[in-house]
């Protein structure tokens, strides 16, 4: 089992900046990739950023604004957001996949965190 504990969310104004934080305990490998979805209200949940090794990937609405990181020795995944909009609004979750394969299917990823809230009013 692996736990994720996500935080850093928050209410914030358009334009202002978030960083996220996602760390992961138990039994996590030594290989994996780490991968943040939101979900705003009547939506489906939506790919945002993961990141295997050193690669990383984008979804196109947070390219440029968005950058994911992570710390080997804290096991520990950053979402650095800047630049946010109303639309950037959601509740973001920070998953766990086994492997270095970078998806950005949800059914994918093994472990999900519980959620933290990111508000951005315009």
């Known amino acids: 089992q692996v736990q994720l504990v996500e935080s850093g969310g928050g209410l914030v104004q358009a334009g202002d900046s978030l960083r996220l934080s996602c760390a992961a305990s138990?039994?996590?490998?030594?290989?994996?990739?780490m991968g943040w979805f939101r979900q705003a209200p009547g939506k489906e949940r939506e790919f945002v950023a993961a990141i295997s090794g050193s690669s990383t990937y984008y979804a196109d609405s947070v390219k440029g604004r968005f950058t994911i990181s992570r710390d080997n020795a804290k096991n520990t995944v950053f979402l650095q957001m800047n630049s946010l909009n109303a639309e950037d609004t959601a509740v973001y979750y920070c998953?766990?996949?086994?492997?270095?394969?970078?998806?950005?299917?949800?059914?994918?990823?093994?472990?999900w965190g519980q959620g933290t809230q990111v508000t951005v009013s315009s």
């Open positions: 998953a766990y996949r086994r492997g270095v394969v970078i998806t950005t299917t949800p059914q994918l990823y093994d472990y």
């Open positions: 138990g039994r996590t490998s030594s290989t994996y990739t």
